[in-house]
């Protein structure tokens, strides 16, 4: 009898003894359960940061690798000759020191005369070259290496004053320049460009010192020699030009430089050697 004495005398007492240990243990375990999603809200909130943060660092990574600088810049050069060339160009780089890539594409077109004394010679061609490459910039000095192909309208591939090229080809570029110190610092520039299509080559050398002080307005005087030539026998051409050069600048973001001086022109297509005055206008664009 007595074992059922609890089950008979106390027949409420063990299910409220246990509904109220129940009771207390989904107590604890919800207790827990929000402890738990405490902390992992907590670590959530902490990997949102971390993550918000890495990817801040990555966009910024990739905003400062892609922070373009282009520049736009033309050229006109007409000579006694009745030669006339045009161009107009891009050039899209990126800042700081260091080896970085760039592009740069530029169309030219050219007028010209086979013979001077006889006005239905003439004929024009017109040409797009796209080139890509890598420079390098250091804080006085640079240079550049670049490859790329020229299209050409009405090829001629010894027509002369063809910068580019006078038919469709591979090309291949190089640049340097260099900025001096000092006071009055020199700044120095070789540019050139070989067109493996029409076997054309292309060079410029500049040379330049500060020509008035003025902090708003820069100006610099120097000089330049041009050499180009190239083509197919037995119509190959070439030519030789040497000048002053004034450079003056407008804005920080506008610059023009000037030239006029001599010219030479000669080779197979040419009956005799020919001699003419330049006279040149660039300018650049940097926003």
């Known amino acids: 009898m007595r074992e059922l004495l609890p089950e008979i005398e106390f027949p409420g007492f063990w299910p409220r003894v246990l509904l109220k240990d129940a009771t207390k243990n989904d107590y604890k375990l919800r207790e827990g359960q929000m402890r738990l999603k405490t902390h992992r809200n907590a670590v959530i909130a902490l990997a949102t940061i971390a993550g918000l943060t890495t990817f801040a660092r990555t966009v910024e990574a990739q905003i400062s690798v892609s922070d373009l600088h282009p520049s736009f810049y033309g050229s006109a050069e007409l000579d006694t000759r009745h030669s006339q060339f045009y161009l107009l160009g891009m050039y899209v780089g990126m800042g700081g020191l260091g080896w970085s890539p760039y592009f740069n594409v530029n169309g030219y077109s050219l007028h010209y005369r086979f013979n001077t004394n006889i006005a239905n010679s003439d004929s024009s061609l017109s040409a797009i070259s796209p080139t890509i490459g890598m420079a390098y910039a250091g804080r006085h000095h640079g240079m550049s290496f670049g490859a790329g192909y020229t299209w050409v ?28 110190t000092g006071r009055r610092p020199m700044h120095t520039q070789l540019l050139s460009n070989y067109n493996f299509g029409s076997q054309y080559l292309w060079a410029r050398g500049r040379a330049s010192v500060p020509f008035r002080n003025s902090a708003r307005h820069p100006a610099r005087i120097g000089a330049e020699v041009v050499g180009q030539g190239g083509g ?18 407008w804005t920080p973001q506008v610059r023009t430089t000037g030239a006029v001086g001599y010219k030479s022109v000669g080779g197979s297509r040419f009956a005799s050697r020919e001699s003419a005055t330049y006279l040149k206008l660039e300018f650049s664009f940097s926003p």
């Open 232 to 249: 197919k026998d037995p119509l190959k051409s070439n030519s030789f030009q040497v000048g002053p050069t004034l450079e003056y600048t």
């Open 153 to 180: 309208n009405n090829p001629d591939a010894g027509a002369p004053g063809a910068e580019g090229g006078g038919s469709n080809g591979a090309t291949v570029s190089f640049g340097a320049y260099n900025n001096g």
